[in-house]
């Protein structure tokens, strides 16, 4: 079976692990800051955290910026389930923005619509979480300008587009942002096994993330409420978890991170050759916007019901190809439905866009020749 997608791993990638396993540190040690500041030249931004998942960065990144008990936090359905746990994981509500159906991403004209809605009713949403689906940037600047008018803040989940690009900034250089999260779990364009960062260009909100991670703990002086008593003085602040990356991790980003320009160069690439292969076939597929270069995490087919996905779906995996689905909408997972507000989501384009959506292989060592036989194995099937 040719998975929908797959991690790459070089000699140095196993070197860099192997070096690290046989250092002083295993974890809190050297290599973690080393990767967070790849992040930081890369994305041009000021700030990086790393996590042990995208996942605990994403809680972390909503507890920084203090949501709590009774908060809306806004995101896309078409999104890993992650993206909306970790707003219900600080007590607070969630609601679900449509998408574009053609973009894929949270609607602008849905979210400026919800948003004039919510500031009616007063309830307008504390945090939006933008998800850059499929590895193409949200309208950043579009969703910028409203929070700027409706105050809320903004975490962008960028799990899926590391080495992408909105306009003229890398994502997750938080021009539009208060706070990127990025995931490096192994079917991501670089990764660490399991590891997330959260990055972001405040200073209170970097100290926050921090605390965050490691148990609510500080051993900087200047963060402390009571004197330091001496070199043995830490403080605990606030309710924090361990969400720490170890060291192996940290070294296995940081050799992944000499390759992340040409994997997502070889994905674009492989994309443009699915373009080109399946054009004139009854299936639509999805082309970023003018000024966005994705990362082309996923590639997305779309086949015209939900019949029509199922039979196709199923004949692909039997030849195998190893198709996927991304996402069912979170708001139809039973969880979200037994939520006592679960009556708010209206979410029609999400549901239509789910009948019909089929992830077909792409990852950076896909071969031509792999890539011709699922196109053909795609047109008998088609
Ligand atoms: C993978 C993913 C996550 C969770 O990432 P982990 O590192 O596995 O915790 C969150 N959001 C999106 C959109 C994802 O694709």
């Not at 945090?127 to 499929?134: G, S």
């Not at 199923?314 to 939520?339: D, M, T, W």
Request: proline share 4%; charged share 25%.
């Amino acid at each position: 079976m040719i998975p929908y997608g797959r991690q790459s791993i070089s000699q140095e990638d196993i070197d860099a692990v192997i070096e690290a396993l046989k250092s002083d540190f295993l974890t809190q040690g050297p290599k973690v800051p080393e990767f967070e500041g790849k992040i930081t030249k890369y994305c041009k931004v000021v700030y990086a955290s790393a996590f042990n998942s995208a996942t605990s960065a994403l809680h972390a990144a909503c507890l920084a910026l203090g949501v709590g008990k009774d908060d809306w936090v806004w995101t896309s359905p078409i999104t890993f389930v992650a993206t909306a746990n970790c707003a219900l994981y600080c007590g607070a509500k969630v609601d679900f923005v449509d998408i574009n159906p053609d973009t894929l991403n949270m609607s602008i004209d849905e979210l400026r619509a919800k948003l004039e809605v919510a500031k009616k009713q007063n309830r307008l949403p504390k945090v939006v979480i933008p998800v850059h689906m499929a590895g193409q940037s949200c309208e950043m600047d579009k969703i910028h300008e409203l929070s700027k008018i409706y105050g809320f803040k903004i975490i962008e989940d960028a799990s899926h587009a590391i080495g992408a690009s909105y306009k003229d900034s890398k994502v997750g250089s938080c021009e539009f942002s208060d706070i990127t999260v990025f995931s490096f779990h192994p079917v991501k364009i670089i990764t660490t096994a399991e590891g997330g960062v959260a990055a972001t260009n405040s200073k209170e909100l970097d100290i926050r993330l921090k605390l965050y991670r490691s148990h609510g703990i500080t051993r900087d002086k200047n963060l402390m409420m009571n004197e330091c008593h001496g070199e043995w003085y830490y403080e605990q602040k606030v309710l924090g978890y361990n969400y720490r990356m170890t060291e192996l991790q940290a070294a296995l980003g940081c050799s992944q991170f000499l390759r992340v320009d040409e994997f997502v160069e070889k994905r674009n690439l492989l994309a443009n050759r699915y373009n080109e292969k399946l054009a004139g076939l009854p299936i639509k597929v999805f082309k970023p916007l003018k000024d966005i270069y994705s990362s082309y995490h996923l590639y997305i087919i779309q086949v015209e019901n939900y019949e029509r996905k199922k039979i196709i779906f199923e004949e692909l995996r039997a030849k195998g190809v190893g198709v996927n689905l991304h996402y069912i909408p979170v708001n139809q997972q039973p969880y979200f439905r037994s939520l006592e507000y679960s009556h708010v989501f209206k979410t029609p384009n999400a549901e239509k866009y789910y009948a019909g959506a089929i992830s077909i292989p792409l990852f950076q060592d896909l071969k031509f020749e792999e890539q011709d036989l699922i196109v053909a194995k795609i047109k008998e099937a088609v």
